[in-house]
């Protein structure tokens, strides 16, 4: 599963890298330890161009009798994506990239177990390939929130986590983001295991297990 991430870099850096001015985010901070049921950047197609706006991490679908099924559905599997007709019609319409540039993930050694960071080798920008709903509550509020998708590790992955989040390739960021495409097939063919051989990971501090720990140091080798 994918259960923390990073975005460390200024707002004005994910407009230019998602070619928006449309930004709906009223306090934006880096996020050095982005966890569970927090509200996190994410970007939507939105027939005009792109937004960059905030969802809340754990995805809460529109029927849900209330909110709290968000914590349990933080990551859904690109392998059974399509099996419920409630995530088939969120992976045609209502899709979204979480903007990164690193995530964590625990490698077991002998008893321990060593939190790591990985991320791209130029230490850039990508992006997380999510759905999203809008739950409305009794009130008539609205909350709108999101889920990673995961696949197969790569060879690096692979060698720290049965699992890892969908990186979605540069020249296929559109495509995930355009509100046009509904070719089931097309989308599920992007969800695949990302180049290892353009990213790294290393070893970081125990502390990025506890949630309330937000800082720069978080990012520097153990």
């Known amino acids: 599963m994918c259960g923390r991430y990073t975005i460390t870099v200024a707002l004005?850096?994910?407009?230019?890298?998602y070619y928006t001015q449309d930004v709906t985010i009223k306090h934006y901070a880096p996020k050095y330890n982005a966890a569970p049921?927090?509200?996190?950047?994410?970007?939507?197609?939105?027939?005009a161009g792109n937004r960059i706006g905030e969802l809340r991490w754990g995805?809460?679908?529109?029927?849900a009798?209330?909110?709290?099924?968000?914590?349990?559905?933080?990551?859904?599997?690109?392998?059974?994506?399509?099996?419920?007709p409630s995530f088939r019609q969120l992976l045609s319409s209502r899709r979204c990239i979480i903007p990164a540039d690193g995530f964590y993930e625990w490698r077991s050694q002998g008893g321990s177990k060593q939190p790591m960071r990985i991320m791209m080798c130029d230490?850039?920008?990508?992006?997380l390939a999510g759905i999203y709903d809008i739950w409305?509550?009794?009130?008539?509020?609205?909350?709108?929130?999101?889920?990673?998708?995961?696949t197969e590790p790569n060879a690096l992955t692979a060698e720290i986590h049965?699992?890892?989040?969908?990186?979605?390739?540069?020249?296929?960021?559109?495509?995930?983001?355009?509100?046009?495409n509904h070719d089931m097939d097309s989308l599920a063919n992007l969800l695949k295991p990302y180049d290892a051989s353009k990213m790294r990971a290393y070893p970081v501090s125990?502390?990025?297990?506890?949630?309330?720990?937000d800082s720069k140091e978080l990012l520097e080798e153990a």
């Not at 004005?12 to 890298?17: A, I, Q, R, T, V």
């Not at 409305?136 to 995961?150: E, S």
């Open 136 to 150: 409305v509550n009794a009130d008539g509020k609205k909350l709108g929130t999101c889920a990673i998708i995961t």
């Open 123 to 127: 230490g850039g920008i990508f992006s």
């Open 37 to 47: 049921m927090q509200n996190i950047p994410a970007v939507i197609g939105t027939g």
């Open 59 to 63: 995805l809460v679908p529109f029927w």
């Open 12 to 17: 004005e850096e994910l407009m230019l890298k």
């Open 206 to 213: 125990a502390k990025v297990g506890n949630v309330r720990n």
């Open 65 to 84: 009798k209330d909110d709290r099924s968000g914590s349990k559905m933080i990551n859904i599997r690109a392998e059974t994506l399509r099996d419920k």
């Open 162 to 180: 049965n699992r890892m989040p969908v990186i979605l390739r540069p020249e296929d960021e559109d495509n995930w983001l355009g509100r046009s």
